[in-house]
Each structure stands twice: as structure tokens, then as C-alpha cells.
């Protein structure tokens, strides 16, 4: 994955579940990812509109700007464009919504990350890192079986994987 072009990214939000029920529904979690949130990151990909992708579950608490009272969680999707790819060109299904540009990014917006430590010091690098890690969760959802509920102890056991490769058993991170 590249280092985004901050100033060309687009965010969108596509609905998943009533937040109160988000744990109780995490099994169901990466069958949304697989069904949904993928094909339209693919197709944005295939189609040469997007490059860079990253996404993280939020809600109103944590910036969706749905309106107040909506207690739903939400993918927060966001997408480079491409070459002269606009909004429009992506041509989003309707569940994608409160679609726009991303707000200008700062040397903040990846704390507490230190990216005065990374190789290449800058914030784009640091959010190309946050690329690979979305990468990382949708390959694991595409990976798996569609009429199996993802297992438990398949994702503690490829987390345990990531925390032998990083050493975290010599630190105070806390790892499953």
C-alpha cells in the first residue's frame, strides 16, 4: 500500500449495527465487512479511483456526524482518489453516507504515535502504516468462510501471531 495523498481523501460512513448490540454481534462483524465493506473497496480499487484505504468502527460519540440521538456504529471508511477521481466518480451504493472530503490532517492526527521516530517522519507515512492494518483486518474477513461465524479463536490466535512477530511479551502492551 502507497503513502495517501492526505488532501485527496475521502471519508464515508456506512452503518452497521445499533452500538448497544455491537458486542453481542461481533461474530456477525466480519461477515459485514466480507459482504459489504469489501466489494466496495475492490471495485474502488480495481476501477484505479482509490488507492489507499483505512477504516475504523465509530459512532456519534466518537466524530460520525449523524444526528443527534443515532446510536448506530459505523464503518468509518476512508479512500484516496486516484488521478482525477471526485466523489462522484465513485459512484458509492446508498449505504454509504455523510460522504466528503476528509478535514485538513495535522501533525496530531495520529497521536499518541511519535512520527518524528518513523524512518520517513511525516504523518502521511504514519497513515500509510494505519492503511496496512485495515489491509490486514479485510483480508482476514475476505479469508474466511461466509456462512461461518468468524471464530473467536481465530483472531486471538493471528493477534498472537502479530505480538510474537513484535515482541510484545517484552513489554507492558497487553496482548490476548
Known sequence: MTTPNLSQV??????WCDS???VRLWGAYFCFLRRTVSPIVRRLQRDGKVGWFSFLVHDLASGVPCPSGDAR???HLR????????????????????TRMMAPVDGRSLEPVHVSALVDPSVPN???LFGL???????LAERHKDDVAMPH?????FLHY???QLLIRGTTIPMP
Not at 10 to 15: L, R, S, Y
Open 10 to 15: 475521502v471519508e464515508t460512513f456506512v452503518p
Open 20 to 22: 448497544r448490540e455491537a
Open 73 to 75: 456504529c459505523f464503518i
Open 79 to 98: 479512500l484516496e482518489l486516484l488521478g482525477k477521481s471526485r466523489i462522484a466518480d465513485l459512484d458509492l451504493p446508498p449505504i454509504c453516507l455523510y
Open 126 to 128: 504514519g497513515w500509510a
Open 133 to 139: 492494518s485495515s489491509e490486514w483486518v479485510l483480508q
Open 153 to 157: 479463536q481465530n483472531v486471538a490466535q
Open 162 to 164: 502479530l505480538g510474537n
